[in-house]
């Protein structure tokens, strides 16, 4: 049994030590006007990876990588980098595969 190393968290820029994220701030204006959740994390984009064995059958569930990107709130920086990598469960569907550019196929499931 291999001890999980995730949810991995990467909590400063590599290269200002900012732990602050563009979208963060964005976010926690919103959540002043109390048009959002203060405490929903947030990150501009999420890379799902899905962890499927092309030689196994797949279940009815799949693995799934998630990378939650977003860029540095330091004005001296603004570099996009990676804040948080999980990984969760995904139901598969049992339809015909998704074709290239549909975004069907997964849905995050147990991200928080
Ligand atoms: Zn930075």
């Known amino acids: 049994m291999v001890e999980s190393r995730f949810p991995m968290l990467f909590e400063k820029c590599p290269y200002y030590g ?16 109390g048009r959002v959740n203060k405490d929903t994390s947030v990150a501009a984009e999420h890379i799902q990876t899905p962890l499927i064995d092309p030689k196994k059958p797949i279940g009815i569930s799949a693995g799934i990588l998630m990378l939650h990107i977003d860029w540095c709130a330091n004005t001296e920086c603004g ?4 804040t948080k990598a999980e ?15 549909s975004s069907g196929g997964f849905m995050p499931k147990g991200f928080g």
Do not use: C, D, F, H
């Open 87 to 101: 990984v969760g469960a995904a139901p598969v569907s049992m339809g015909p595969p998704p074709r290239q550019g």
């Open 18 to 33: 900012s732990t602050e994220t563009i979208t963060q701030l964005a976010w926690a204006e919103e959540a002043e006007k």
């Open 79 to 82: 570099r996009r980098r990676l």
